[in-house]
């Protein structure tokens, strides 16, 4: 049981860095910078957003993976996943355009669309590798 967890973890967490890496190489430092450079570091916190990956992904395998493992459907585990990502990341960018001027609504859909689909793909990844 425990391997199993430890399978979920590894492969949820691959599968979240993997996708994160790529998008900020790919759109997001371009689209943040165009969109909202004054506001942004110079370099990204690595201890702030370590510390939201690391309960991110507790909160993918407890409230999407586990489920997914119990009733042994792929699906759960990516509607569930969706579902949170969905609200994680429109909390994030909802409450950003609710407060900051330069906040588009590019960035609430892209951020909404990003985490339905990262966390989604995640917790389908943990779901597959802890599968019996």
Known sequence: MVMRYVKAVAAAAVAFLVIVIAWLRLFLRVVYEAQVGSMMRPTASVS????????YIGAILYLAVRPALAEKRIATA????????AIAYGTYTLTNYAIFAQWSVLLVVSDIGWGTFLTAISAAAGFLAARD
Request: hydrophobic share 70%; proline share 0%; aromatic share 12%.
């Open 78 to 85: 990516v509607l569930h996943g969706a579902a949170l990502g």
């Open 48 to 55: 702030a957003a370590a510390l939201f990956y690391v309960g």
